[in-house]
């Protein structure tokens, strides 16, 4: 299970996000309404009617059918697309990021899991413990596998560190504020600090700190427009997913910085 970094292993891994975004956005719409993912098949919402295994590719079937269903031409969300698009390029980063490796392998299903989940918080302000939890044990397979591969135990000891603690302090502040954070903010504070702390601690660090920033400037934003309050609850697990991707993938040149900060 390995390709250098770079194009190939993009192309590889992106259409496979494709794929894997499709399935994203069935999770983001049957879990919350306490739906199976496997049955039914994929309907219109409106008219019922089955949707065809050709007007099932990812991004191509929405412009091939200009988003509307083929049977009633009922339109069918943008957003469909978009999260295919978004996972798709998700994966094809780690790609160019990580190659086609084991750590790439576990990044790539940590992006599937925040996407899917960001966006139930988005809607619902809900993080279902199924998608969660199923994540968790993906990624923590992967980076087993890829320690028992390498023989790099440290730093799968490195990556359950930054979990715990990432998890302890979340559970802290439920613990005195659960109004200030919601629990299931705690189980996603575990997820994200196992699945970054592979990468490296610092890039845990970073994608929290980036979490916090985002949800700041947005909830500033929205108070100064007048479209919300300091008691109004804000989706943090959304921010959560985001400031964990940027970290992941973009995160080099500022933990680079800071590593050598703390050397020099």
């Known amino acids: 299970m390995a390709l250098a970094p770079g194009p190939p292993a993009a192309l590889l891994l992106g259409v496979l996000g494709l794929v894997v975004g499709s399935f994203a956005n069935v999770v983001i719409y049957r879990v919350p309404a306490g739906r199976s993912i496997v049955r039914p098949g994929s309907a219109c919402p409106k008219c019922g009617a089955s949707i065809r295994a050709r007007d099932n590719v990812p991004i191509v079937s929405w412009l091939f059918l200009r988003g509307r269903c083929r049977d009633c031409k009922a339109p069918i969300p943008v957003r469909y697309p978009l999260v295919e698009a978004l996972v798709g390029g998700l994966f094809a980063g780690m790609g160019l990021r990580f190659g086609l490796s084991w750590t790439a392998g576990a990044e790539a299903v940590l992006a599937a899991g925040l996407v899917a989940l960001g966006f139930i918080d988005l809607d619902h ?51 005195v504020s659960p109004r200030a954070l919601g629990f ?3 189980r996603l504070a575990l997820l994200i600090g196992l699945g970054l702390g592979w990468v490296g601690w610092a890039y ?46 973009a995160g080099s040149p500022v933990v680079n910085w800071y590593l050598g900060q703390l050397h020099a």
């Open 125 to 175: 302000m809900l993080l279902p413990r199924k998608v969660v939890y199923t994540t968790l044990a993906l990624v923590g397979a992967l980076l087993l596998a890829g320690a028992a591969a390498s023989g790099d135990w440290h730093r799968l000891l490195i990556a359950a560190a930054c979990g715990a603690v990432a998890w302890t302090l979340f559970f802290a502040i439920n613990y």
């Open 184 to 186: 299931g903010d705690v």
């Open 204 to 249: 845990a660090f970073l994608g929290f700190v980036v979490a916090a920033v985002l949800g700041s400037v947005v909830g500033v934003s929205l108070m100064a427009a007048g479209r919300a309050s300091r008691r109004t609850p804000v989706p943090f697990g959304t921010f959560l997913a985001a400031g964990a991707m940027l970290s992941a993938l």
